[in-house]
């Protein structure tokens, strides 16, 4: 349960005074929904209102506040003209601009022969001084009320600066006392406030220094936030590595999956397989992340990691993010099961009525060994007879909850996660610090070199041309277009407009495929290309990981400069799978910043996977390296890796420091960092605390 003292932070917005209905609806565009995420929700500039000027010495283009007295008003003379009113000052004449605003207003608030003070932008108009929409308009005795300096937050329209900055205080006025969490030694050394004047001081910043990320407050903040993330892993680690079954097979099934399989196991195979089955062995609960590049053959370390458990007599699962992805896994294990000679299954939400009924009670009688599916491996009614191993595949689509929620289908059961997505160690240890770390760093022999081009899209008729000739050799091809949560509608009309040119360029031969189709339609138009009726497939990045079909050799990327690295070097993955070697046409919207640039050219120049993952992690940061434009939430709201990867290292020493001394959080810092883990929503690891 969330401690009573932060029931104020995690109310709604609309319980703040001034945020209606209408008004949540705008803050919830900008992922602000309760009145925590407001806190979070950081200045990224400032607007200072100290200049006072006379008109006359008043500078274009620079923001002052002046006291002056109004004149004259000025009527539209035609429809689209701005209301115009002549104030003045002993200096000057300042002139302030109004668009489509109500004469009544600006009747009552700005009252011939008053005395006003406005601040805004004042401009040079010809030789007349303006300032258009002033920002603040008040009577002389009021002009306290003008804040000397403003804080400048991320809007989005309908929203304005000072209603932003009213809300924001609103949300500062509910901040209760907390307990100290944070060891005194280490406050005092980085002289760093206390947890609510910290808070305070991240939305009141005076000068522009006061904006930058190395402030005291903001790393205090920032340092609360890995040491929330670091004790919640080392919980949930901690837990993890209690006492399990050991799992060790005698090795009889996995032999015959071996010899099934087209070409001999890697180095790097048989290194892992040997970590994990030291794991199984082992009389605690196997908790191990597998970072494979595309390609590496993780699919494969899996299965034969999952054949040890029903070796002896148990069951194993694997969950994937995505359908289309269940699938694929599906139809790559079913021949190698075929050849062991077991039982496998596949439950995903399409599954309904007496077909999912009787897999799960085939799941409850152990009559399957090895099920994959999607989220619906963990729904309350699908109960396991036995279940020892559970693999989550593509883990970074997925949190700490998933993974718990699918080792509570047994019995002390081993975890294995999975990810395409090569990450640098620091994120690792960020993100996956609670688990071991296996990396595939080599692919399979026979894989062929992608030859990696990049394309302005002024040369797209001729990119077309080159798929029409891919075509009629009898390869397959990849259309890709970018589709991210901020611009869904948009990017949805133009990889539908993308497809129809398309199909009429190849009549009958392009398919599509994103994620808003139905389940149906998009299976078909997957087996239509992967068949061949359709050659070309033109999507989204639905078809980001684990689409395999070899006869596919041209993946065209359009506006690869909005895709991460990471989902580039994916996508590039699904070609160069056949005989034949694959071309990867990144195709951008010109001109290149310095750093767009340096990445795309980083994808010609390599396609070794971690590498790109570093680079990436250098040029971008940590929030954008997974894809989670397209895919996700950054992993911390107020904690940078660029900038704070000193104070991960210190948050984790003292994490471990602290549950080596009061494991059970029972003391009185014990007891702060409970609240800390609810603050910060590690709310998983608290419940698995509260549990034992």
């Given amino acids: 349960m969330r401690p009573e003292l932060l029931f104020p932070l995690f109310a709604e917005v609309t319980a703040l005074t001034g945020v209606g209905p209408q008004v949540g609806r705008l803050l919830g565009k900008l992922g602000l929904r309760r009145v925590v995420d407001l806190l979070w929700h950081r200045p990224i500039g400032l607007i200072d209102r100290r200049a006072r000027p006379t008109v006359a010495a008043a500078r274009h283009g620079e923001i002052a506040t002046i006291a002056v007295r109004v004149d004259e008003h000025l009527k539209p003379r035609a429809p689209g003209r701005p209301y ?31 005395d006003r003070v406005v601040s805004g932008k004042v401009e040079l108009y010809g030789d007349e001084v303006q300032m258009t929409h002033p920002d603040h308009i008040v009577p002389p005795e009021r002009a306290d009320s003008i804040p000397p300096v403003e804080p400048v937050y991320p809007l989005t329209a309908g929203l304005s600066p000072k209603l932003m900055a009213k809300i924001t205080a609103a949300a500062i006025g509910r901040l209760p006392d907390l307990p100290e969490w944070n060891d005194t030694a280490l406050l005092a050394r980085e002289r760093w406030p206390a947890w609510k004047p910290a808070v305070t001081a991240l939305h009141a910043p005076v000068a522009a220094a006061d904006i930058d990320p190395g402030t005291p407050a903001r790393r205090r903040l920032a340092y609360d936030e890995l040491l929330a993330s670091q004790l919640a892993l080392l919980l949930v680690r901690g837990r ?47 908790s191990r992340l597998l970072q494979g590049d595309v390609g590496s053959g993780k699919t494969v370390v899996a299965f034969l990691a999952m ?22 896994h599906f139809a790559t294990l079913s021949p190698l099961a075929e ?60 949190g700490v909850e998933q993974r718990v929620e699918i080792a509570g289908k047994g019995q002390s059961v081993d975890l294995l996660a999975m990810t395409a997505t090569p990450i640098p160690r620091t994120l690792t240890l960020a993100l996956y610090g609670d688990m071991d770390v296996s990396r595939l760093d080599e692919k399979p022999a026979g894989r062929k070199p992608v030859d990696t081009r990049l394309v302005s899209l ?8 080159a798929i029409g000739r891919t075509l ?17 509608k948009v990017d949805l009309a133009a990889v539908e407009e993308r497809h129809r040119v398309l199909a009429e360029r190849f009549p009958g031969r392009a398919a599509l495929v994103h994620g808003s189709m139905k389940a149906a339609a998009r299976d078909s138009a997957m087996r239509g ?48 799978r ?61 904690a940078s890796l660029d900038t704070d990867s000193d104070l991960l290292a210190i948050a984790r020493d003292d994490a471990r420091l602290v549950l080596e001394r009061d494991g059970g959080l029972e003391g009185p810092r014990g007891a702060a960092l409970r609240v800390l883990l609810h603050l910060f929503e590690r709310d998983t690891a608290a419940r698995l605390f509260q549990r034992g």
Avoid at 307 to 328: D, F, K, N
Avoid at 346 to 373: H, M, N, P
Avoid at 458 to 465: D, Q, T
Avoid at 595 to 600: I, N, Q, S, Y
């Fill in 84 to 114: 115009r009113i002549v104030c003045s000052d002993p200096s000057g004449t300042l002139v302030l601009v109004f668009f489509h605003a109500r004469e009544d207003y600006l009747l009552r608030t700005l009252p011939i022969g008053s």
């Fill in 240 to 286: 993890a590595q209690r006492r399990g079954h050991p799992v060790e097979g005698d090795g009889r099934l996995r032999r015959r999956a071996i010899a099934a399989l087209p070409y001999q196991l890697t180095e790097a195979q048989n290194r892992t397989l040997a970590e994990i089955d030291a794991d199984l062995r082992a009389p605690r609960r196997m």
């Fill in 307 to 328: 054949l040890a458990a029903v070796e002896c007599g148990r069951q194993a699962a694997l969950m994937a993010p995505t359908e289309i992805l269940a699938r694929q």
């Fill in 339 to 398: 050849a062991a000679g077991i039982r496998l299954a596949l439950l995903t939400g399409r599954d309904k009525g007496k077909a999912r009924e009787r897999i799960i009670s085939d799941l409850a009688e152990g009559r399957i060994d090895i099920v994959v599916g999607t989220h619906a491996l963990v729904q309350a009614d699908v109960v396991y007879r036995a279940l020892a191993v559970a693999v989550v595949d593509e883990q970074h689509r997925f």
């Fill in 458 to 465: 002024e040369r797209l008729e001729e990119v077309i041309a």
């Fill in 472 to 488: 009629e050799h009898g390869n397959r091809a990849y259309w890709v277009c970018p589709l991210v949560e901020e611009s869904e």
């Fill in 529 to 576: 290309f992967a068949g061949g009726e359709t050659p070309l497939l033109v999507a989204t990045t639905v078809i980001e990981v684990g689409v395999d079909v070899p006869a596919a050799t041209v993946m065209v990327v359009e506006q690869a400069e909005r895709f991460g690295l990471a989902q580039l070097h994916q996508l590039r993955g699904r070609i160069g």
């Fill in 578 to 638: 056949g005989a034949q070697p694959g071309t990867c046409l990144l195709l951008y919207r010109g001109p290149l910043g310095e750093t767009a640039k340096a990445r795309l050219t980083l994808m010609r120049e390599t396609d070794d996977g971690f590498r790109i993952a570093e680079e990436d992690l250098r040029l971008r940061g940590a929030g954008d390296l997974l894809g989670t434009r397209q895919s996700g939430v950054p992993p911390f709201r107020i």
